[in-house]
């Protein structure tokens, strides 16, 4: 079983940057593919970016495309998420997922193992 500990969440202004790290104990994290997720107030968890086991393969969320980068580095049993240009509408909290499957996916039910959120709010 992995544990997965997200950091790097904060308030910051419309335009402005933030880089979002999970990093996983318990097991090696390239054993999984990784996902990075959002959910806001009243809204579904969504899916805003995926990488596969060997950091390959990304997929991501029409409303984030251009703006997130997800990254992973296996060495040091860390995933990240660059997020630039932020907007008011990218405000909720941030979770990282593991998926014991191969194949990289944003499909939520496909996620195993969640770490605990990290707060990003995005003032305009």
């Known amino acids: 079983q992995v544990q997965l500990v997200e950091s790097g969440g904060g308030l910051v202004q419309a335009g402005d940057s933030l880089r979002l790290s999970c990093t996983a104990s318990?097991?090696?994290?390239?054993?999984?593919?990784m996902g990075w997720f959002r959910q806001a107030p009243g809204k579904e968890r969504e899916c805003v970016a995926a990488?596969?086991?060997?950091?390959?393969?990304?997929v991501y969320a029409d409303s984030v495309k251009g703006r997130f980068t997800i990254s992973r580095d296996n060495a040091k049993n860390t995933v990240y998420l660059e997020m630039n240009s932020l907007k008011p509408e990218d405000t909720a909290v941030y979770y990282c997922?593991?998926?014991?499957?191969?194949?990289?996916?944003?499909?939520?039910?496909?996620?195993?193992?969640w770490g605990q959120g990290t707060q990003v709010t995005v003032s305009s």
């Open positions: 997922a593991a998926s014991s499957g191969y194949v990289v996916s944003r499909t939520t039910g496909r996620y195993d193992y």
């Open positions: 318990g097991r090696a994290l390239s054993s999984y593919a």
């Open positions: 990488i596969n086991r060997s950091g390959g393969t990304t």
